[in-house]
């Protein structure tokens, strides 16, 4: 087993950190497409209940000098924000009536 990545507060949503604690939107887009409704589901369900804790627990610290672990968990909520969509609206990985539209940004926002 790994060392946790996210703070001890958080360790229940430690099983979705390897795979959605991604720096970039790029990361974080091909993440949910390659996800299945499954997936999305148990992330969303875990994590969208402890957004309000996680981004209280990143306040604490200025945005250009987070600790690694809070780092981490901003980037889980960054990754909820890509798969909340999916699930509360779209009920899939796919924006509906998106055809192949694709966004990519120049630069990422801090951190």
């Not at 507060?9 to 970039?24: H, I, K, R, V, Y």
């Not at 996800?35 to 957004?51: C, D, G």
């Not at 796919?94 to 966004?103: K, M, Q, R, S």
Request: aromatic share 10%.
């Amino acid at each position: 087993m790994s060392d946790p990545v996210l703070p001890a507060d958080f360790a229940d949503l430690e099983p979705f950190a390897a795979t959605w604690c991604l720096a970039t939107e790029p990361e974080r887009y091909a993440r949910r497409m390659a996800s299945t409704m499954a997936e999305l589901e148990a992330f969303y369900s875990a994590a969208f209940p402890r957004v309000a804790d996680a981004l209280g627990y990143c306040d604490k610290f200025p945005l250009d000098d987070l600790p690694d672990d809070a780092r981490q968990l901003l980037q889980l909520v960054h990754s909820l924000i890509m798969a909340a969509m999916c699930v509360e609206i779209w009920h899939q990985p796919n924006v509906i009536d998106g055809a192949e539209a694709v966004l990519d940004r120049v630069a990422e926002p801090l951190p």
